[in-house]
């Protein structure tokens, strides 16, 4: 059955990917970036793949442009995927307040709030999927990702209530945590690192990122949209409130 699919930083990386695959599955992708060009580049990419998608600019930092993006957003949205994110790395004393408090608005208030906007109409038509893209950060901590991991560990505890008030309806909502994959947001990660460190990028994937992680290896797009693809099917109708690990076998220690 294809579906309205709804996914925010969805221009490039893990955003990018799952909307592709949504669209070659039949789904009707709306790809929301913070950057409206790169929006509908995105979504003319895959249409010109015989997809169907539309770009639009949301900022998901901004409450107020979430309320006035869904004025005029008339749509049913039966899927959404919140996977917009930015990163920050520094210890908190040297940590920006109002950098630390962007990380929060991106990746904790923005899912509450698009999730607010989306569940009338999914009550309405008794179906709904609430997927966020969260992190292996959102059960285990590591230095220096103070916000970071308060978002993510608050997106957790976010999809556990809204699964509560959610009960008596079609809707479900669940976390996605993946290990690190190599986006370009991890390969900033990777190069910052070797840089404060004084060693080389693979030494940071070798003895930093991966050290923890029994499989030793990157997550894959696909184990994502896997997952996710998983999440949005009617069998999965009872699987709400969790938080689904691809972690290589981390989160066993």
């Known amino acids: 059955m294809s579906q309205n699919v709804l996914i925010t930083g969805a221009a490039s990386g893990i955003g990018f990917y799952i909307a592709e695959q949504l669209a070659r599955a039949g789904h009707t992708i709306i790809v929301t970036d913070l ?27 901004d409450s107020q442009a ?42 904790l208030v923005g899912p509450a709030m698009m999730s607010k906007a989306v569940l009338p109409r999914m009550r309405e038509q008794n179906f709904g999927r609430i997927i966020n893209i969260g992190s292996i950060h959102a059960m285990v901590a590591s230095k220096y990702k103070s916000a970071y991991i308060a978002a993510k560990h608050g997106l957790i505890g976010f999809t556990k209530t809204m699964a509560l008030e959610t009960g008596d309806a079609n809707i479900t909502i669940n976390t996605v945590c993946p290990a690190y994959v190599k986006t370009p947001l991890v390969e900033q990660q990777i190069a910052s690192q070797a840089k404060e460190h ?40 009872n699987i709400t409130a969790q938080a689904i690990a691809i972690d290589g076998g981390w989160t066993a220690q």
């Open 198 to 237: 004084g060693i080389s990028e693979q030494q940071v994937i070798d003895t930093i990122m991966l050290a923890p992680m029994p499989k030793k290896a990157f997550i894959g797009l696909d184990e994502i949209h896997h997952t996710v693809t998983f999440l949005m099917a009617d069998a999965a109708r």
């Open 35 to 61: 950057n409206e060009q790169q929006a509908q580049q995105a979504a003319q990419k895959i249409v010109n793949q015989g997809g169907n998608a539309h770009g639009y600019a949301l900022n998901v930092a």
């Open 66 to 107: 979430i309320e006035d993006f869904f004025s005029t957003f008339t749509q049913p949205v039966d899927v959404l995927i919140n996977n917009a994110g930015i990163q920050h790395v520094a210890k908190l004393e040297d940590f920006p307040a109002d950098k630390w408090l962007l990380l929060q608005q991106v990746m």
